[in-house]
């Protein structure tokens, strides 16, 4: 069975403040995919990364990092100098890579919902 | 339109009542998912379609729920008989390979909610 656990259910930020999301999972799976979605409050879920458990560089991309830690289980997100359009539920996710029936079947966390104050 | 498409976007219906939600997803994408977003719950995957077979039912939570796909493109998820605990976000995604390679692009959903 695949779980995934974000244990902060809301986050508040003053603008520009950095903030991280924690993220961590159970899988018995050997290989997965880690990935994260935001839904803003039109409510559709927008991808923002997909990781392989190969790969354990950490990944930057604008405001946005992550880091995958196997060791631990964890796949954290954070935002770097935090602006209001960031707020939304932000959603870890886990899937198996390989085969089986379960192709791209996604086990999602609870989410986050983070507020960002001007 | 380039995204994944769903309709209606809002359905609100009587409790016994039958209803039909319906998936158009990205002009070539093979692979289908389901999901449901509801606040008890979260967000549970549903049903999974490779093509127009369905390899995992899993998630489906009753034999009042089904769904199928046709052509290999538009997808129709059918709730019979509703509950009002069946009221939520029903999710449809879809991607251009039935394996994790590819990241899942999801519509906006159709609210349901059941009187």
């Known amino acids: 069975a695949q779980k995934v656990t974000q244990a902060q259910t809301e986050i508040s930020v003053v603008e520009k403040e950095d903030v991280t999301l924690d993220c961590v999972y159970e899988?018995?799976?050997?290989?997965?995919?880690l990935f994260w979605y935001k839904q803003p409050p039109s409510g559709e879920l927008v991808f923002l990364i997909r990781?392989?458990?190969?790969?354990?560089q950490n990944e930057i991309s604008g405001r946005y990092s992550w880091n995958f830690q196997k060791s631990t289980s964890s796949f954290n997100f954070t935002i770097t100098a935090s602006q209001v359009v960031d707020s939304a539920v932000y959603f870890c996710?886990?899937?198996?890579?390989?085969?089986?029936?379960?192709?791209?079947?996604?086990?999602f966390g609870q989410g986050t919902i983070l507020t960002v104050h001007p | 339109g380039a995204g994944v498409s769903q309709s209606p976007s809002n359905k609100v219906t009587e409790k016994g009542k039958d209803v039909e939600l319906r998936c158009d997803p990205i002009?070539?994408?093979?692979?289908l998912y389901w999901y449901r977003q509801s606040l008890g719950q979260g967000l549970e995957f549903l049903i999974y379609?490779?093509?127009?077979?369905?390899?995992?039912k899993s998630g489906l939570p009753s034999d009042r729920f089904s769904a199928e796909r046709t052509g290999g493109s538009v997808s129709t998820l059918t709730i019979q008989r509703t509950q009002q605990e069946d009221s939520a976000v029903y999710l449809c995604?879809?991607?251009?390979?039935?394996?994790?390679?590819?990241?899942?692009?999801f519509g906006d959903g159709t609210r349901l909610s059941i009187l």
């Open positions: 995604a879809s991607s251009l390979l039935p394996n994790s390679n590819q990241p899942q692009h």
């Open positions: 899988t018995r799976d050997t290989t997965y995919y």
């Open positions: 990781r392989n458990s190969f790969d354990e």
């Open positions: 996710a886990l899937s198996p890579l390989g085969g089986g029936t379960s192709y791209g079947k996604l086990t």
């Open positions: 002009s070539g994408h093979t692979a």
């Open positions: 379609f490779q093509g127009n077979s369905a390899p995992d």
